[in-house]
């Protein structure tokens, strides 16, 4: 059964840093394009960060621009996300989801492309 699961979340003050991960179960994870998502609660589900498969190509949204890097290592099975300069508004559950490419250098930013999620990691930055 294809199953992501991320950790790394936790309480963190203003200013910190934490490392997300997303490592896959019973499947080849550098197959897959990746994306970042965080759910903040009574708000919509907003794309974060997309890494293609190849590892070539990265994105992110321009709330993170800057501060966030997302990083795949293929021979760990796993997918990383390294958030720095934390802000409150970085509060939320944060979900990894896979999907398979048209092209190995393809990333995607819509929630609805993404056929594979995660059950999310809390990451709350509050002093």
């Known amino acids: 059964q294809f199953q992501l699961v991320e950790s790394g979340g936790g309480l963190v003050q203003p200013g910190g840093s934490l490392r997300l991960s997303c490592a896959a179960s019973r499947f080849t994870l550098k197959d897959y394009a990746i994306g970042w998502f965080r759910q903040a609660p009574g708000k919509e589900r907003e794309g974060v960060s997309f890494i293609s498969a190849n590892g070539d190509t990265t994105n992110y949204a321009d709330s993170v621009k800057g501060r966030f890097t997302i990083s795949r290592d293929n021979a760990k099975n796993t997918v990383y996300l390294r958030m720095n300069s934390l802000e409150p508004e970085d509060t939320a559950v944060y979900y990894c989801?896979?999907?398979?490419?048209?092209?190995?250098?393809?990333?995607?930013?819509?929630?609805?492309?993404?056929?594979?999620w995660g059950q999310g990691t809390q990451v709350t930055v509050s002093s």
């Open positions: 989801a896979a999907t398979v490419p048209m092209y190995s250098s393809s990333w995607y930013s819509g929630a609805d492309e993404y056929e594979y």
